[in-house]
């Protein structure tokens, strides 16, 4: 049995991208893990370019969907296979730093008391130029949540134990948004301690088409697990309506501020 099982879905990403996705985890520092690649019904023929990998690499497992369903549905399929003890998580179009793996893994053996381990991201454009970096406060409170995700998902390694419950990342059986942040919500509020190592673990792509306008249905959806979540961790909502209604607000500003904004992020 493996000790780490990485949930790696794709859906159209270019091709250099996930090429360098890939070989960022199997030329990880810590060996023992199976990378499972979901394709989540993309576009074009990610098995042919998988394949070519597998052939040198038996820890590749690799799944096939006609249908683009989702990246909460592709990441719970994943889950359901996963023979890991712990579950990392990576997207197709980031590169690992090559000892991720190691320290995290290092960080969830000696520390118990925590359910998951992420860190902190250093931004790149579309040419792998690394232009700013993005922190994460090392043991974030309930209220962290209000203002931002106070985890950056892909680099995060959970036990397995945590995501017992049935779709960990909700029901959703067609494309969403927020999976990750109602996660993070129900797992805080169930007592689940997450940590954030001080260190760039990873290097995110984020560019200015990164911040293309997301439909309005998305944002709406968004509002409601943010009341939803909040009431959970025991915050009243109406009392952090602002930060309730973020999603919608969000969504006025013009993408180019958006993005300066992001890229202004104070942790």
Known sequence: MPSISVLFPVYNCEVSYLKKAIESILNQTFKDFELIIYDDGSDYDVESIIKDYSKTDLRIIFIKSNKNHGLA??????????????????????????????????????????????????????????????NYPERPKRKDFLKFQPYAHPTIMFRKSVLTMKNPYGNATTPGRGEDYQLFMNLTAAGVKGYNLQEDLLQYRETKDSYRRRKLSDQIEEVGIRW?????????????????????IVWLV??????????????
């Open 254 to 267: 013009p993408n180019r501020l958006a993005f300066a904004i992001r890229n202004g992020y104070k942790s």
């Open 228 to 248: 939803n979540g909040f009431k959970k961790m025991g915050l009243n909502p109406w009392h952090e309506l602002f930060y309730v209604l973020k999603p919608i």
């Open 73 to 134: 549905f592709a990441l719970n399929q994943m889950i359901k296979i996963a023979k890991g003890k712990y579950l990392a998580r990576m997207d197709a179009d980031d590169i690992s730093s090559l000892d991720r793996f190691e320290k995290e893994y290092e960080f969830l053996e000696t520390h118990p008391e925590y359910g998951f381990v992420g860190g902190n991201l250093l931004l790149m454009d579309s040419d792998d130029k690394v232009y700013g970096k993005r």
